[in-house]
């Protein structure tokens, strides 16, 4: 069943009414009435913008999510297989774009292989889960840059200068920090979603998929910090801040003295990102387009 396209509360509540809540991930993507009520929501650090002022559907929501896991599962599927989206899961409402750079990465570490096509597995299922529920009103997969957006994202760290380039392929090491660049971006612009649902089931399955980006992001920090690569995640940290506004959203992963693995604020809390906060990040603070996304994303809020 396709998620419905319409705000319709009347609509959203006979749906919400007969679902079977035990039903899962299914039930998730068959009830999101999420409606006018996510407006506020969307807005930088609480507030609605201007631009996202109107109304906005559950499939709005979802599919500004799934551009992300497009990302994602490009990026994880070319490093652990070489390979990446199958052509039937890429097609959709708007310009299907294509993707520039990625290869398979040499890993030396078996754990850390093992960890990344666990990793991959889970963001292909993301992507196939949404456009599941979504159906033919699941947008296409925008054009993804995985070469020079890497490149750029890591000279506004600081780790590379000048004509250098960063090979976010080249070896595991690289890998991992390229993964930091955005793997916590996922965690925190799922979490900005959750003021959006007010059913108990339904905030229960996305509490479970937020819950696997957190995994992720966790896997990568912890072992970033066991490779002691604390300079190198501050600076992505620190890139990653100047990007999303003046607010303090990110950390690194601590240093020799001190693990900074769950970044939280002071009650202990993950932090949320808004739509224009994620946008800017991906971006690498673009306007409207540009970093890993160079043509911008599909869907209602490109």
């Given at each position: 069943?396709e998620i419905?396209m319409?705000d319709?509360t009347?609509a959203?509540?006979a749906?919400?009414a007969?679902?079977?809540?035990?039903a899962g991930r299914?039930?998730?993507?068959?009830?999101c009435g999420?409606a006018?009520?996510?407006?506020?929501a969307l807005g930088?650090a609480?507030r609605?913008t201007?631009?996202?002022a109107?109304?906005?559907s559950?499939?709005?929501?979802?599919?500004f999510a799934?551009?992300?896991?497009y990302l994602e599962a490009e990026?994880?599927l070319r490093?652990?297989t070489?390979?990446?989206?199958?052509d039937?899961?890429t097609?959709?409402?708007?310009d299907k774009?294509?993707?520039?750079?990625?290869r398979?990465?040499?890993?030396?570490?078996k754990?850390?292989?093992?960890?990344?096509?666990e990793?991959?597995?889970d963001?292909l299922?993301?992507?196939r889960f949404?456009?599941?529920g979504?159906?033919s009103?699941?947008?296409a997969?925008p054009?993804?840059n995985?070469?020079g957006?890497?490149?750029?994202?890591?000279k506004?760290?600081?780790?590379?200068k000048g004509d250098q380039?960063?090979?976010a392929f080249?070896?595991?090491?690289?890998?991992?920090?390229?993964?930091?660049?955005?793997e916590?971006?996922g965690?925190?612009?799922y979490?900005?979603a959750?003021?959006?649902l007010?059913?108990k089931?339904?905030?229960?399955a996305?509490?479970?998929?937020?819950g696997?980006?957190a995994?992720?992001?966790?896997?990568i920090?912890?072992?970033l910090?066991?490779m002691g690569?604390?300079?190198?995640?501050?600076?992505?940290?620190?890139?990653?801040?100047?990007?999303?506004?003046?607010?303090?959203?990110d950390?690194g992963?601590?240093?020799?003295?001190?693990?900074?693995?769950?970044?939280?604020?002071?009650n202990g809390?993950?932090?949320?990102?808004s739509?224009p906060q994620?946008?800017?990040?991906?971006?690498l603070g673009?306007?409207?387009?540009?970093?890993?996304?160079?043509?911008?994303?599909?869907?209602a809020?490109?």
């Amino acid at each position: 069943m396709e998620i419905p396209m319409t705000d319709a509360t009347s609509a959203v509540a006979a749906e919400a009414a007969r679902v079977d809540w035990t039903a899962g991930r299914r039930a998730f993507l068959r009830t999101c009435g999420l409606a006018a009520a996510g407006a506020a929501a969307l807005g930088v650090a609480g507030r609605p913008t201007a631009a996202l002022a109107a109304p906005v559907s559950d499939a709005d929501v979802l599919n500004f999510a799934l551009n992300l896991e497009y990302l994602e599962a490009e990026f994880y599927l070319r490093a652990t297989t070489g390979v990446g989206l199958d052509d039937s899961d890429t097609g959709g409402v708007g310009d299907k774009g294509g993707v520039k750079g990625g290869r398979k990465v040499k890993f030396d570490t078996k754990a850390i292989k093992l960890y990344a096509e666990e990793i991959a597995g889970d963001e292909l299922a993301h992507v196939r889960f949404l456009r599941a529920g979504l159906g033919s009103a699941a947008v296409a997969r925008p054009q993804i840059n995985l070469k020079g957006s890497f490149t750029a994202a890591a000279k506004a760290a600081g780790l590379v200068k000048g004509d250098q380039e960063f090979d976010a392929f080249a070896n595991e090491t690289n890998f991992l920090l390229a993964s930091f660049i955005f793997e916590d971006v996922g965690v925190t612009a799922y979490k900005g979603a959750a003021p959006l649902l007010t059913d108990k089931g339904l905030l229960e399955a996305a509490a479970g998929i937020l819950g696997v980006e957190a995994y992720h992001a966790g896997i990568i920090r912890t072992l970033l910090f066991q490779m002691g690569q604390f300079e190198q995640a501050q600076a992505i940290s620190d890139a990653r801040d100047s990007l999303d506004g003046d607010s303090n959203l990110d950390k690194g992963i601590g240093d020799k003295k001190e693990a900074d693995l769950v970044p939280t604020d002071k009650n202990g809390v993950a932090f949320s990102r808004s739509v224009p906060q994620v946008k800017a990040i991906v971006y690498l603070g673009g306007e409207a387009k540009g970093g890993f996304y160079p043509k911008g994303i599909n869907g209602a809020f490109a």
